[in-house]
C-alpha cells in the first residue's frame, strides 16, 4: 500500500471513529434517552436487554448496555416512552412515562434491578434525576398541559410569551429590531434579534431583520416549544442568543382532533392611556376605542392511517381581525390651505401639479387632515416668493384588517428501524393600509406575506448502537412592502 492511500485509510478510519464517538451530534428534530443498569449493590450489569415502547405511537425500540451497564437510544421521536430493563437473575424493571424531547438527552441516571425472576415485573415511579450528568446544555421544554392551559398563548398571542418564565430572559419591549413570535425577548444580554428560530430542528430565521420567518403560534399544532439558553451543543451556532425550536404534532394510535376559536370585540376594551391623554395624543384624542373584531378559529386531526406503522397529522387556523385605526405622521407636508395658497403662487408648475394629483390629500380615504402643531413658510422659486404656506403632519383614520391563514401536515412512518417524517407548513399574512412610517408622505400601504417550509426526515438504525439521520429542508418567505 503506497503512502498517499494509507493516509487515506487512516483518514476514513479516524473520521468512522470520530462519529461513532458523537452518537447524539445534530438531534434537532430529535431526542435520546440513556442510563446506567446496576444491580441493588451498585455492580454495573453488562447485557441488559432494554426497551422503549412510543406510548402514542407502539414504536419499539430495542437495545442492551454495555460493558460499563450504560445503555442509549438516539434519535427517537419525541414524545412519552414506555421503558422496559431487563437481565438474567432480575425483576424487569419497568418506567411508564418517559418524557424525551427534542435535542436533549432523557438521561435516567443508575437504574438498579432486583433480584428476581424475569417474569417479575416492579414499576418504578419516580423523576429523572435533577442534574443531567451527560450534557451540559442547558434546555427548556414546554409541553403537554403547559401548552394546553398557559396564559398568554391560547389566543394566538404567541409562542415567545413562554419565554419569558424562563431564568435569565427578559422581554426586550421596544428595544429590538426584528419579528416576533409574541414578545421580543432577550437572551444572556443580547439583543432580540440575536436568537436563532428553528421549526423541528428546521432554520426559521428571517435573513433581513431577524426573528422567525414563518409564524407558528398556534398551540393546537404544537407538540413541545424547547428554549436552549446556554452551553449549546454542536449542532447550533448560528446566533449568540437563545435558541427556539417548535416541534410540531404528529398522528398518534388513535384518533384525535380540536375544533377552537375566540372572539374579541371593541365592545369589551377601553381607551389607552395614550389615546385618551392630551399630553399624548393633543386635540386628536379618542371619546371611544377604535373599532375592532377579532376572531380566530381553527382544527386539528390526527391519526393511524395504518396502525404502528404510519400516522398523519393535519390543522388549519385563520385570524381575521377588522378594526379602524388613527394613522398619523408628523413629517410635514403642504396642508390643504397651504397647498391652495401655493397653487395661487406658481399656477403653471408642473411638479405642483404633479403633487395636487397625487400628494397625500389626493387620497381621500380615511379623511386625510391635518395633524400636530401646523407651521407656516415662505417658499421661495427662481425669483418667485410664496409666503405664508401652511404646513403639518397628515392624520387619517382607516380601516386595518389583518387576514391570517395557516396549514400544517406532516406524516410520519415508522418500516422496522426506519423512521420517515414529511412536514409541509403553510403561512400567508396580509396586513392593510398600515402606517409604514414614511415620514412627511402620509400614504397608507400594504404588507403582504407568504412564507412556506417543507422538511424531510429519514432516520435509520444500523445496530442496536449505530443510528444516523439524513435530512434536507426547504423553506422560502415573500413578502411586498408598501404594495397598495
Known amino acids: 500500500m503506497n503512502r498517499k492511500l494509507r493516509d487515506i485509510v487512516v483518514l476514513v478510519a479516524l473520521s468512522l471513529a470520530l462519529v461513532w464517538c458523537m ?3 445534530g438531534q434537532v428534530l430529535k431526542g435520546s434517552i440513556s442510563g446506567t443498569v446496576t444491580d441493588p449493590q451498585g455492580a454495573v ?13 407502539g414504536a419499539v425500540y430495542t437495545t442492551t448496555s454495555d460493558s460499563s451497564g450504560l445503555f442509549r437510544f438516539n434519535l427517537i421521536p419525541t414524545g412519552n416512552y414506555k421503558l422496559e430493563i431487563g437481565a438474567q437473575g432480575f425483576k424487569t424493571s419497568v418506567q411508564n412515562k418517559v418524557e424525551v424531547t427534542a435535542g436533549t438527552d432523557a438521561s435516567q441516571g443508575t437504574l438498579k434491578l432486583a433480584v428476581g425472576g424475569g417474569s417479575e415485573t416492579v414499576e418504578v415511579i419516580g423523576a429523572a434525576p435533577l442534574i443531567d450528568t451527560t450534557q451540559s446544555q442547558i434546555t427548556n421544554t414546554f409541553s403537554g398541559v403547559q401548552l394546553q392551559t398557559f396564559t398568554g398563548i391560547q389566543e394566538n398571542e404567541g409562542l415567545d410569551n413562554l419565554a419569558l418564565f424562563v431564568p435569565g430572559i427578559t422581554n426586550t419591549r421596544d428595544n429590538t429590531f426584528s419579528n416576533s413570535n409574541g414578545p421580543g425577548f432577550s437572551s444572556n444580554g443580547l439583543r432580540g434579534r440575536n436568537n436563532d428560530q428553528e421549526i423541528d430542528g428546521q432554520n426559521n430565521n428571517d435573513n433581513s ?4 420567518s414563518l409564524f407558528v403560534s ?3 399544532f404544537v407538540q413541545q416549544y424547547v428554549l436552549v439558553t446556554n452551553q449549546f451543543g454542536p449542532e447550533y451556532g448560528r446566533n449568540a442568543g437563545s435558541v427556539v425550536n417548535i416541534i410540531t404534532k404528529s398522528g398518534t394510535n388513535n384518533w384525535h382532533g380540536s375544533l377552537f376559536g375566540n372572539e374579541n370585540n371593541s365592545v369589551l376594551n377601553s381607551l389607552t392611556n395614550g389615546q385618551k391623554n392630551p399630553r399624548i395624543c393633543g386635540d386628536n384624542c379618542l371619546t371611544q376605542p377604535p373599532r375592532l373584531n377579532n376572531e380566530f378559529s381553527g382544527f386539528t386531526i390526527g391519526g393511524p392511517m ?4 404510519m400516522f398523519i397529522f393535519g390543522g388549519f387556523d385563520n385570524q381575521l381581525i377588522s378594526t379602524q385605526s388613527p394613522e398619523s405622521t408628523t413629517g410635514l407636508t403642504p396642508t390643504p390651505a397651504g397647498l391652495a395658497t401655493l397653487n395661487g403662487c406658481f399656477p403653471t408648475s408642473q411638479s405642483l401639479q404633479a403633487f395636487n394629483k397625487f400628494g397625500p390629500y389626493s387620497i381621500s380615504a380615511g379623511s386625510p387632515h391635518p395633524f400636530s402643531d401646523t407651521s407656516v413658510r415662505s417658499i421661495r422659486s427662481g425669483a418667485t416668493l ?3 404656506v401652511q404646513f403639518a403632519g397628515v392624520e387619517r383614520t382607516l380601516s386595518t384588517p389583518f387576514h391570517g391563514f395557516d396549514w400544517v401536515l406532516k406524516n410520519d412512518i415508522q418500516l422496522g428501524g ?26 397608507p400601504v400594504n404588507v403582504t406575506a407568504l412564507s412556506q417550509a417543507i422538511l424531510e426526515s429519514w432516520t435509520h438504525n444500523f445496530s442496536a448502537h449505530m443510528v444516523n439521520e439524513a435530512r434536507v429542508s426547504f423553506n422560502r418567505l415573500n413578502v411586498d412592502f408598501g404594495g397598495n
Open 306 to 309: 395504518v396502525k404502528n406503522k
Open 209 to 212: 431583520v431577524g426573528g422567525p
Open 386 to 388: 410664496c409666503p405664508g
Open 418 to 443: 426506519d423512521t420517515i417524517t414529511s412536514r409541509y407548513i403553510f403561512n400567508r399574512g396580509n396586513n392593510f393600509n398600515l402606517d409604514f412610517g414614511d415620514g412627511a408622505n402620509g400614504y
Open 45 to 57: 450489569i453488562s447485557g441488559a436487554q432494554v426497551k422503549a415502547t412510543n406510548l402514542e405511537t
Open 218 to 220: 398556534d398551540t393546537e
Open 23 to 25: 452518537p447524539a451530534l
